[in-house]
């Protein structure tokens, strides 16, 4: 890795800062722009390169870049052979599909997938449950009645009752019910209406949103 290589990816770090406190925070104009030269840069000085932690490096600033396409065609042809890299290459890639360019926790993001529509086309790119399914919170995916938008929430949260053991005579003649460290979730509301209409979605036994006769097959991305 050349010295300008370093520094560059210093300063991507450093004005990646911003974003990694919140995301929901934004580039000054200024910084947008110190940004994209910067990143511009860094395409530039690795686009050559063939091991393949650069190339999984420059998906990821075409990413960061805003150019969605060149991103998601340059992971289809990277083969990574251990598991974080493939892990990797399938979030940064998620991201892509979703028009997300912000830097993101590669620890806590969550891989995608991608249903389409038999007879419409249309699409729906939904956090992928399985990669979720060793969470005891139970995640899924869920319908709000009133704008007709998915989101996902857990179905379950953590029990705020402490913790207590049942005594000999409770478990006898059961006069007291098992503590139970996660308990349904039976507040969730959607994220933009904060509305509580809401209900189950399983887009692989669903009809389609849009055009309510086809049915939702899973994209292979990969």
């Known amino acids: 890795m050349t010295n300008e290589i370093r520094v560059r990816t210093f300063l991507n770090r450093e ?119 060793e969470s005891p919170l139970e995640y899924k995916h869920f319908r709000c009645k009133s704008d007709d938008k998915l989101f996902n929430s857990p179905s379950k949260v953590r029990n705020p009752k402490p913790y207590y053991s049942l005594t000999f005579f409770q478990k006898l003649f059961h006069s007291a019910k098992l503590y139970q460290r996660f308990i349904l979730n039976d507040k969730i509301i959607c994220p933009d209406c904060k509305g509580r209409e809401v209900e189950n979605f399983n887009p692989e036994k669903e009809k389609c949103k849009k055009c309510r006769k086809g049915n939702y097959i899973s994209v292979k991305w990969f």
């Open 15 to 133: 004005l990646n800062h911003v974003l990694r406190e919140n995301r929901n925070n934004n580039f000054s104009e200024i910084e947008k722009s110190q940004h994209l030269k910067n990143i511009n840069a860094l395409i530039e000085l690795l686009k050559d390169e063939k091991s393949l932690s650069m190339q999984l490096t420059l998906a990821e600033y075409y990413r960061e870049r805003g150019d969605f396409n060149s991103c998601t065609n340059l992971l289809k042809e990277i083969n990574p052979e251990k598991e974080h890299e493939k892990l990797f290459k399938e979030k940064v890639f998620s991201q892509a599909k979703v028009g997300d360019w912000k830097v993101f926790n590669v620890l806590l993001a969550t891989p995608k997938i991608e249903y389409k529509c038999d007879n419409c086309g249309d699409s729906l790119i939904l956090f992928n449950l399985e990669k979720m399914k």
